[in-house]
Nanobody, 125 residues
Framework: QLQASGGELVQAGGSLRLSCAAS????????MAWFRRTPGREREFVAA??????????YYVDSVKGRFTISRVKDKNTLYLQMNSLKPEDTAVYLC??????????????????WGQGTQVTVSS
């Protein structure tokens, strides 16, 4: 079970840090990711990070590169998303996701097996 937190209302240009924690009974070698969802649209990939045993590599959608940073507590299933220089188009419900086996199509929602309920991020202009 995944639980995301940290979303709130922020002005454009501001920063937020989202957190996602997996339950203690969850396997400790999960790959994890952030997606976001806006009304009427499919979940959009934001960023992913492989577990440290699987290189710890990070991946981003082009629209957030240089602004967002995904990270995790080493060897733990605690995930973060540092969001800087926020824009109104970043407004969405942010969802964390996890999977045991890495999928090369990591940008697709179907590549991820577990989902949290999400946290609302609203960026005002």
């Amino acid at each position: 079970q995944l639980q995301a937190s940290g979303g709130e209302l922020v002005q454009a240009g501001g920063s937020l840090r989202l957190s996602c924690a997996a339950s203690e009974r969850t396997n400790s070698r999960l790959h994890m990711a952030w997606f976001r969802r806006t009304p009427g649209r499919e979940r959009e990939f934001v960023a992913a990070i492989r577990h440290t045993g699987g290189s710890g590599s990070t991946y981003y959608v082009d629209s957030v590169k240089g602004r967002f940073t995904i990270s995790r507590v080493k060897d733990k299933n605690t995930l973060y998303l540092q969001m800087n220089s926020l824009k109104p188009e970043d407004t969405a419900v942010y969802l964390c996701a996890a999977v045991l086996i890495w999928n090369v199509q990591y940008w697709t929602p179907t590549a991820w097996g577990s989902w949290g309920q999400g946290t609302q991020v609203t960026v005002s202009s």
